[in-house]
C-alpha cells in the first residue's frame, strides 16, 4: 500500500518503497545503510547493481517482522 501525506512531493513515493525493500531485504533499518553508502560507496553501488529492485539508505524504514520472520518492510518518507 502506497500513500502521500498531505503535500508530500510525488518522489516520496519511490523513495520510501526503495528504503521499506532494503529494510526487508536485510532485517533491519534503512538508516544502518545510509552511512554505509557514505562510508563505502562501492560496495553500496554493487549491491545496486545485482539486486532486482533499487535500493536507498536513508532514515526512515524498518522490517516488519511476524514470530522473528522478517515478512515485508515499512517506510515513510517525506522526500
Do not use: C, M
Not at 49 to 61: I, M, Q
Amino acid at each position: 500500500s502506497i500513500s502521500r501525506l498531505d503535500g508530500a512531493p510525488a518522489v516520496a513515493v519511490p523513495a520510501a518503497r526503495s528504503k521499506a525493500y532494503l529494510a526487508a531485504l536485510v532485517g533491519k533499518s534503512s538508516l544502518l545503510y545510509e552511512h554505509d553508502s557514505e562510508r563505502h560507496p562501492l560496495r553500496f553501488h554493487g549491491w545496486q547493481s545485482v539486486l532486482p529492485e533499487p535500493v536507498f539508505g536513508g532514515p526512515g524504514a524498518v522490517p516488519i517482522r511476524r514470530n522473528e520472520h522478517v515478512v515485508g518492510g515499512f517506510s515513510s518518507s517525506t522526500s
